[in-house]
């Protein structure tokens, strides 16, 4: 009888010690911090820097090129000034070739830049014959008003004015295109930027679904599973 009082009394001590172990292991549970808690605010910290090197990062302004490369072609008034214009052109349409691997977020920018750059050089090509042309027919008008030509003389003098002004006109109306696309383009930018943006809102409130769907899951299974007792077994002795 003594025997059985004994070994009841260690099997609801043990029994005690084993509660206290779990009601501890549940309270050290409880105050540790949760993993779907620890992700979130780790993503908004990343988020939080990579929003603060943005905003102080300069902002690469592609559109701008096209604009220099037009205007050094419309301040040329001799071929070579034309031919370093080109040359300005083509260099940085190597330059954005690069740029546009190393900042897949903007190619489509970059590439319609490439484009107007393009467009410079052939353009140049155009200004340089023109240029040819009339200083051919600068040379024709002088050699009339050497000869006392007067009125062939001044005919062949309005009628280069009237070239001038229409490649001059027209080349005011290669900057207003480039104006125009660099605008374009710069709105273009912002809503993919703010597709980005919105997808990336999407993803982040639908991961956490994941996860805590997951967890749910988890715990249901943990609920489920049998229980195995590990108290002591009682010794009846006579």
């Known amino acids: 009888m003594g025997s059985m009082q004994v070994n009841s ?47 102080i990062k300069p902002k690469p302004r592609y559109g701008d090129v096209p604009l220099e490369a037009y ?17 300005f052109a083509r260099r940085q349409i190597a330059r954005l070739k690069a740029a546009k691997q190393a900042d897949p977020d903007n190619a489509k920018r970059i590439q319609a830049a490439i484009n107007q750059l393009q467009k410079a050089v052939v353009r140049a090509g155009k200004k340089t014959r023109e240029l040819n042309r009339e200083k051919v027919a600068e040379n024709r ?29 027209r080349e005011s109306g290669y900057i207003r295109e480039a104006e125009i696309d660099n605008r374009m ?3 273009i930018a912002a809503v993919d930027m703010e597709l980005r943006e919105q997808a990336q809102r999407l993803s982040s409130s639908i991961q956490p679904s994941v ?3 997951a967890r749910q899951y988890a715990a249901g299974d943990a609920a489920a599973a049998p229980e195995v007792s590990g108290g002591g077994e009682l010794d009846i002795q006579a």
Do not use: C
């Not at 050094?72 to 214009?85: F, H, K, W």
């Not at 002088?142 to 030509?149: H, I, N």
């Open 211 to 213: 996860e805590m769907a």
């Open 71 to 87: 205007a050094r072609l419309a301040r040329a008034r001799r071929p070579s000034e034309v031919s370093a214009a080109a040359g």
């Open 185 to 187: 383009q710069s709105h």
């Open 141 to 169: 008008q002088t050699k009339l008003a050497r000869e006392k030509r007067t009125k062939e003389a001044q005919r062949q003098r309005q009628e280069l004015r009237r070239k001038q002004a229409a490649r001059m006109l």
């Open 9 to 55: 009394a260690s099997t609801a001590g043990s029994w005690q010690t084993q509660s206290a172990s779990a009601i501890q292991a549940a309270e050290k549970k409880d105050s540790s911090p949760d993993l779907y808690e620890m992700m979130r605010d780790a993503r908004k910290k990343a988020e939080a820097t990579r929003e603060k090197f943005d905003s």
